[in-house]
């Protein structure tokens, strides 16, 4: 166990750990960062296509959020894209002024009203970001950084979390913010890391904080067929077209991810055609694709959807606060409602530079209080307590995380997903019964038994530890 409490412990190390270890630790924190894998297990690592922000000249932070809650369908949570949206910008510029070498161009992606998404050499730009973002983070005093140290669970006593449990015991911190991402890898058919199966639903619910949205999970429309290759939805921005088999365009290519996959699904797969548009702006996707066994320029690519990233999460307030007390969540394991029933492409980085900022911002404040109150007697008190021993690790199989593809996939089938809520995997089953009730379609949660939406479900699910499904309205 380590001998004196971090002011804040960061657990993750994609953009949103790294954007909560940088802030907390400008502002003279002792920041413990730690993550499963290393650097390149994040999705964030990943990312492609690039950040939404209102920085072009026909923009404006009014113009991306109606954007946003159109594509939420009715559950945007209008305060976070509020916040989203007009600190966004502020946080583009500072990625600039940090030197990330955005290209000169704004990308156009599906369901935005104008270029605004900012990316680097057209699909390298998580890379770039986290790498960046990486380099100053260890190049500050005050940010220790441990990889390959899987949280299990998290130390709670007095209705307060003190820490983290990891295979090595305890880690004590006055502060503890989630940045662990989402659950994606959790279908067989997935774009994320194998790691990202959720462990911070698992483990916060555990440990006494509430969940929400689990019901939806969006589906990437076009990622290479039998691999995670995410065929980023920039090159359709830039003249891409679907084909079904016959050679035939089949939908409207930036029509949100929802309906394109759900198009691609009902024909059993589709073709990318990247043979008539500039690919040279897209330098790396274009050799994965060659290495992949595919010429892009002669031969449409085959496609189909994979699970792609987790709306729902850990319930938090505007500042990444959640239930218990000492506990923060930023980013893709958070549910702030920003997203609605459907996330706007390139809206998650930029939510990952946005809230996990404010959720440093305020477990400083809380860790400041705390000091001058219990800080250091919290882990004696939990001593006191007996110091936890850490759960075992959580394992995602292959034959569930296939159970996981069949049962709650694309089109969902309530029976089917009667099944997946008895999953011993705790991710699995809170996923099934958040869909269960959800007894209509909306966003990326499609019931083949009820297609249509049902504004009696205009909410969003929350279930805290001991309680039922509660549908709630955040505004
Ligand atoms: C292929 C791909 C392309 C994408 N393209 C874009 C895009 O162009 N634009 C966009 O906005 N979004 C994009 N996204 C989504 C976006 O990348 C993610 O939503 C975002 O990066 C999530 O960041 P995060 O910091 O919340 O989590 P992540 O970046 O996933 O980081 C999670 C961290 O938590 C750690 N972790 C997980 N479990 C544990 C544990 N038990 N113990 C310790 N550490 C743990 C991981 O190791 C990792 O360091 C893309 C995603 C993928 C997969």
Redesign the pocket.
């Known amino acids: 166990m380590s001998k004196s409490p971090y002011d804040v412990l960061v ?7 790294l954007t909560a270890a940088l802030t907390a630790a400008s502002d003279g924190a002792s920041v413990l960062m ?4 290393h650097a390149p ?4 690592w ?6 939404a922000g209102a920085i072009g000249d026909d923009d404006t932070a009014a113009l991306h959020a109606v954007d946003t809650e159109r594509a939420g369908r009715e559950l945007c949570r209008s305060s976070a894209v509020r916040v989203l949206t007009e600190e966004g910008p502020e946080r583009v510029h500072e990625l600039m002024s940090m030197g990330v070498p955005f290209d000169p161009e704004l990308n156009l992606e599906g369901g935005h009203s104008r270029r605004r998404v900012s990316s680097v050499n057209g699909a390298a ?2 890379w770039a970001v986290t790498s960046l973002l990486g380099i100053r983070a260890a190049a500050m005093d005050s940010i220790s950084t441990r990889e390959a ?3 299990l669970g998290l130390w709670v006593a007095d209705g307060r979390c003190l820490g983290a449990l990891t295979p090595d015991g305890p880690i004590a911190a006055r502060t503890t913010v989630l ?4 659950a994606a890898a959790l279908w067989s058919r997935s ?2 890391p194998e ?2 199966i959720g ?1 911070a639903i698992a483990i916060g619910f555990a440990a006494g904080a509430a969940v929400a949205d689990l019901e939806f999970m969006q589906f990437h429309p076009t990622v290479l067929a039998g691999s995670r290759l ?1 065929l ?1 939805e920039a090159l359709r921005g830039d003249g891409a077209t679907l084909l079904d088999a016959s050679g035939e365009r089949f939908v409207e290519e930036l029509a949100p991810r929802d309906e394109v996959s759900r198009a691609i699904v009902a024909i059993g797969g589709a073709f990318l055609d990247l043979r008539s548009m500039d690919r040279v702006r897209f330098p790396g996707l274009m050799a994965e694709i060659e290495k992949a066994g595919f010429d892009p320029a002669t031969q449409p690519i085959p496609v189909s959807p994979a699970a ?2 987790t709306i729902g999460g850990i319930v938090t307030d505007l500042d990444g606060r959640t239930d218990l007390a000492g506990l923060y969540a930023a ?3 958070a549910a702030t409602g920003v997203h609605g029933a459907n996330r706007l492409a ?5 939510e ?1 530079l946005v809230f996990g900022r404010r959720a440093a911002l305020a477990a400083l404040g809380e860790a400041a209080a705390w000091t001058h109150r219990a800080a250091e007697a919290a882990p004696r008190l939990a001593q006191q307590l007996q110091a936890p021993t850490s759960p075992a690790v959580r394992v995602a199989s292959p034959e569930l995380c296939e159970q996981v593809w069949r049962q709650a996939g694309v089109i969902r089938d309530p029976a089917l997903l009667a099944q997946l809520a008895a999953s011993p995997d705790p991710v699995a089953s809170l996923v099934a019964r958040f869909a269960l009730a959800r007894l209509e379609s909306r966003g990326v949660h499609y019931r083949i038994d009820a297609p249509t939406t049902n504004p009696a479900f205009e909410g969003h699910f929350v279930l805290r530890p001991g309680g039922d499904l509660t549908l709630e309205h955040w505004t």
């Open positions: 657990v993750g190390s994609g953009a949103a750990g730690l993550t499963k894998g297990d994040s999705s964030s990943h990312a492609q296509g690039g950040i730009t998580g140290t899987n949280v940045a662990m991402g989402g774009t994320n790691g990202q462990d995410l980023t792609h990233y980013g893709e394991c390139s809206n998650s980085l930029l990952c």
